[in-house]
């Protein structure tokens, strides 16, 4: 079983930035998929990113593409995510997730192992 942990949240101004991790307890091989997700309360969780961890290949959310990027260390099993010009609604906790089941930024049921979250502030 992979466990996860993010870490690297945190509170900013408007228009700053956070570098958020997210590293897996084992090596992660084909065909997995790493996910960043985000929730605020009483809202549904929403896919911000996932990587294809053996193709490298990466989806967005519309509302981050051009200002968040996710990235990959596979010698340290870590996933990454620069998030740039933050806007107050990017505020949540983010979530990274981890899953063999497809790579589906709108799937966050396809993952099966989660971490605990690491909260997002953006203030205006």
């Known amino acids: 079983q992979v466990q996860v942990e993010e870490s690297g949240g945190g509170s900013v101004q408007t228009g700053g930035s956070l570098r958020l991790s997210c590293v897996a307890s084992?090596?992660?091989?084909?065909?997995?998929?790493v996910g960043w997700f985000r929730q605020i309360p009483g809202m549904e969780r929403e896919g911000v990113a996932v990587?294809?961890?053996?193709?490298?290949?990466?989806s967005y959310a519309d509302s981050v593409k051009g200002r968040f990027t996710a990235s990959q260390d596979n010698a340290k099993n870590t996933v990454y995510l620069q998030m740039n010009s933050l806007k107050p609604e990017d505020s949540g906790m983010y979530y990274c997730?981890?899953?063999?089941?497809?790579?589906?930024?709108?799937?966050?049921?396809?993952?099966?192992?989660w971490g605990q979250g690491t909260q997002v502030t953006v203030s205006s």
């Open positions: 084992q090596t992660i091989i084909s065909p997995y998929c």
């Open positions: 997730a981890a899953g063999d089941g497809g790579c589906n930024i709108k799937s966050p049921r396809q993952f099966p192992y």
């Open positions: 990587v294809s961890i053996i193709t490298g290949a990466k």
